[in-house]
C-alpha cells in the first residue's frame, strides 16, 4: 500500500463494567471536505486486515467496522475475518433493496451485523434490525428520554445496545443507568477532577520513582527507593527475569534488575505500571486508558522520529508526553498536579498543558487520529511538517500492535 486518502480510526468499546469490550474502526478520508472514496477505503479495509492482520489491529477482541452503502456493496467485504469483525450499517439513508439483500447474504455467510438506530424508521429498517445482534445508537445528539424509549422498546428484543458519542462521565453514567451493554466515547479519558483529591500511597511511590529515574539520580539512590516499595520491586524482579527482557542470567537484586533493563525500559515500565494503580475499581489489565495511551506514546515516538531522525532524546520525549497525556483521567486530578512531581522538561510541559511547541503539535495530531470525523486531519498534518498520510498509517498499526503487546491474554473473550 503506497497512498491513501483515508485512515484509521480505532476508538474503545467498554462494557457495563469498564472493560474493554471491542474497538470501533472507522474509515476516515483524511480530508473531511473532499466526498467519501469508496475505493480508498476498501483497499485502506483490506490493507489493515488481510496484509497487516487482525491481531495487530484488534488485539484478541472484535471490532465493529463502520459501513456506508458503497462500502458494503464492496469486494474487500467478503474477504473480513467474520469471527473478529462486526459490520455496522451506517447511513441508514443508502439502504436500498439491493443493500439489504447484501446484508441477508453476508449475515448468511457469517457475519454478525450491527445496525444505526436511525435505521429504524426507514424502509427496510425492521429487516435491517431482524438481521442484527448489536444496536449502535448515537446518545450525543438525543436526549435522555429518547434513549429511554430505545432502550425499553428494543431491550427485550434481546438486541445487544451501544451508547456512542459518549463524551462525559456523567453520560456514561446516564446510559449504564439506562440499561445500555456497551459504551463507546472518549467519556473515560476525560478526567473527572475531584477538588482536593491527592495521590494515594502506591501513585506517589510511582511518581516518586519515575521521577528519580526521569532526573538521572544516581543508581544507589534508585535502588534504595525501590526497597521501600516491595510490592513494586517484586514486579520489576519477575519483568527483569522474564523471557520478554532476555537476561542470560537471573537477576536476585533490584540492582542488577535495573541493570538488566536499562534505565530507558525501566521509564517506560513505569510508565505503563501507572495505570495499573488508582483506576475504576474492578477494571481488569490493560485498562482502556492504557491501551489509548501506549498507542499515543507509540506512534508519537515513531512520527518524532521521522521528523527528528537523530534526536532520540526528543523521540523519548515525544513517547512520554503521549503515555502522560492520559494520566490526569487516570489519576483524578489536575494534569499541572501531575506533572508538579516529575522532573519534565518545559517543552513536555507546554505540550501537556496547552499543546504547545513541536511536542504539543505532535499530542494534538494523535488526539486528531481518535476523534471522530468532523476534525480536519490535514490541518493537524501540516502543524507538524512533513508527514504523508501514508505514513501515519503505517505508523497508526505499529502504534496500536506494540500497545495490544502489553495485553497479557491469550484468548478472547466477552466482548461483543
Known amino acids: 500500500m503506497t497512498t491513501t486518502t483515508h485512515y484509521l480510526g480505532r476508538q474503545p468499546i467498554l462494557d457495563r463494567t469498564s472493560n474493554l469490550a471491542g474497538f470501533e474502526l472507522d474509515l476516515r478520508p483524511v480530508d473531511p471536505s473532499k466526498s467519501h472514496d469508496a475505493k480508498a477505503a ?22 465493529t467496522v463502520n459501513l456506508t452503502p458503497d462500502l ?81 422498546t428494543l431491550k427485550p428484543s434481546g438486541r445487544r445496545l451501544l451508547a456512542a458519542g459518549v463524551e462525559t462521565p456523567q453520560r456514561a453514567r446516564e446510559c449504564l443507568e439506562l440499561g445500555f451493554d456497551y459504551l463507546q466515547g472518549h467519556h473515560f479519558s476525560r478526567p473527572e477532577v475531584i477538588a482536593g ?69 525501566l521509564r517506560r515500565w513505569l510508565q505503563v505500571l501507572m495505570f495499573s494503580t488508582g483506576g475504576v475499581p474492578g477494571v481488569e489489565f490493560p485498562s482502556p486508558l492504557l491501551i489509548q495511551a501506549a498507542t499515543r506514546g507509540k506512534l508519537m515516538e515513531m512520527l518524532a522520529r521521522d521528523l527528528w531522525k537523530a534526536d532520540r532524546n526528543q523521540q523519548d520525549r515525544a513517547f512520554m508526553a503521549g503515555m502522560l497525556s492520559l494520566l490526569s483521567a487516570q489519576f483524578g486530578i489536575t494534569m499541572e498536579e501531575l506533572i508538579a512531581e516529575l522532573p519534565l522538561c518545559e517543552e513536555t510541559r507546554l505540550a501537556l498543558i496547552d499543546r504547545m511547541g513541536k511536542l504539543g503539535a505532535l499530542l494534538f495530531l494523535v488526539e486528531t487520529v481518535e476523534l471522530p470525523g468532523f476534525m480536519d486531519m490535514q490541518m493537524a498534518l501540516d502543524g507538524i511538517g512533513v508527514v504523508e498520510p501514508e505514513d501515519l498509517m503505517a505508523h497508526q498499526v505499529t502504534a496500536m500492535t506494540w500497545a495490544n503487546s502489553l495485553d497479557p491474554g491469550t484468548q478472547r473473550k466477552g466482548g461483543l
Do not use: W
Open 42 to 63: 476498501s483497499l485502506l479495509l483490506h490493507y489493515a486486515f488481510t496484509e497487516l492482520g487482525a491481531d495487530n489491529v484488534l488485539g484478541r477482541h472484535k471490532g
Open 72 to 152: 458494503l456493496m464492496s469486494d474487500a467485504i467478503d474477504h473480513l475475518p467474520r469471527d473478529r469483525v462486526i459490520l455496522n450499517l451506517v447511513s441508514p439513508q443508502g439502504m436500498t433493496p439491493t443493500a439489504v439483500e447484501r446484508c441477508q447474504t453476508l449475515k448468511a455467510r457469517g457475519f454478525s451485523l450491527a445496525l444505526d438506530s436511525k435505521a429504524l424508521s426507514t424502509p427496510g429498517g425492521a429487516q435491517l434490525l431482524s438481521l442484527s445482534h448489536l444496536l449502535h445508537v448515537n446518545v450525543s445528539d438525543m436526549d435522555l428520554e429518547q434513549a429511554r424509549h430505545i432502550v425499553t
Open 197 to 265: 483529591k491527592k495521590l494515594d500511597h502506591g501513585q506517589m511511590a510511582l511518581m516518586k520513582l519515575m521521577g528519580l529515574v526521569m532526573s538521572d539520580a544516581d543508581l544507589d539512590q534508585i535502588v534504595d527507593a525501590f526497597k521501600h516499595y516491595p510490592d513494586i520491586s517484586l514486579q520489576l524482579l519477575r519483568l527483569a527475569n522474564s523471557a520478554a527482557v532476555g537476561a542470560r542470567n537471573p537477576s536476585t537484586t533490584i540492582e542488577q534488575a535495573i541493570m538488566v533493563m536499562g534505565r530507558n525500559h
